[in-house]
């Protein structure tokens, strides 16, 4: 039976769609048949981060009304094979989006998956309630800042008690915090939130933290996933994730600040 | 307006439940009354009224007849009315009238506490009759509404609500003191100053003093 893990957050721009798309490739590339679903239907980026947007013929909607079978739907990736991409419609809106339509997607896409990535949109509305839904476990993105966090603290409510396992009171949604855009400098200089800090206030283990760098943007403009970034830090920082999702023990890397040493300090240079 | 809460007797072998009213109760105060008692006790299903103060016979006959109609609607059974000493009749509408004198022990109806154990998380909204016991932390923008005593374990951050019936001893507990609000039986207080140091994440006590003060204690 396939494991549906969304990746939600509340406020948007956090990065749930670089995260979605380099954790789906993480476990791809751990061997893990996976899937990867765009919900956030009339704003579709999944497609772009991951570089099918010319690939995109048939959408998770055509999908639910019947219009395509999931064979066509599904978009395999250009490099790799244990992955696949399920697009959100451009043209429709959130409400294409009914229950059952997308629990009859998620049971045929079961048969088949290990993995089932539901890529949530901003808000708690229709499509950010529908990615939540049927999820086993989840992945919080949150920035080291105080609105991002507070509104993931509203999606953990909504997760542990809208979900469909809160609702069937059955065991409740896993959930982990991924941290994105953590720069240990200026947390250090006070401008941003440590990672205590937002333990404080969201009390949920720590999957990952990623660093803030500009090879992200660079990721999503040649859509390609940050996790394929050979050799950058946040490549790094979501092999561990993923690795740490699998059970395995990884100590947090790029959490500290580095210690200038004086031609440093002198030269600046980052 | 705060309500009072209802009471729970218990004679022979059944719970009764007293309705308290006042002569000028309206038929709304009435049927919420009702609604609430029902949300108490799901499978109770005997009621006694209790007139406070003098109240007219045909008043008191106006009042029942409403009464009835309701309880039906909700499925209680009217059992008898308390009635105080200037009770005229033996019977209002059909259903006996017994005196007040008659002394029945009667005890505030104690709706069972609440525990909980996960965090409350902001927009949640947790109501209890009785008292709440939280084991873990309350985010900013939750809301605890109690009709007794609340019990914070964790950090308490959101809005505390004690008493919402209008029970003044009514208390709130935090072992990590720094809520956005706190109110006991209606009387509130929204703290967006920084707390003191002795209070800031400190445990903490709240209560009523007898002039309706709210009285942030350290514990």
Known sequence: MAKIVVVTSGKGGVGKTTTSASFATGLALRGYKTVVIDFDIGLRNLDLIMGCERRVVYDFVNV???DATLHQALIKDKNCDNLFIL?????K???ALSEEGVQKVLDDLAKDFDYIVCDSPAGIEKGAFMALYFADEALVVTNPEVSSVRDSDRILGIL???SRRAVD???KVKEHLVITRYNPDRVEAGDMLSIQDIQ???????LGVIPESKDVLQASNTGTPAINLKGTNVSEAYTDLVARFLGEDKPMRYTTAEKKGLLKRLFGGN | MPMTPPVKINLASFDYYILKLSPDATAEQIYDKLVHLRKLDAFGRYLVIEFDGKTNPEKQTEIIKLIKVNAEKLMFELKFILANEFALMKNIADIPVVELSLNLKSTPVSSPALRIEEPIRSGIKIENDGDIVILNLVSHNAEIISGGNIHVYGDARGRLVAGRYGDKSARIFVQKFNPELISIAGIYKALDEKLPEHLLNK???VFLDDKDRLNVVAL
């Open chain 2, 203 to 205: 445990p903490a006590q």
């Open chain 1, 64 to 66: 639910i009304s019947g």
């Open chain 1, 93 to 95: 809106d959130k409400d």
């Open chain 1, 160 to 162: 542990s008690s809208k």
């Open chain 1, 169 to 171: 009171g059955k065991e």
């Open chain 1, 87 to 91: 697009a959100a419609s451009q043209t």
């Open chain 1, 200 to 206: 404080d206030i969201l009390r949920i283990p720590v």
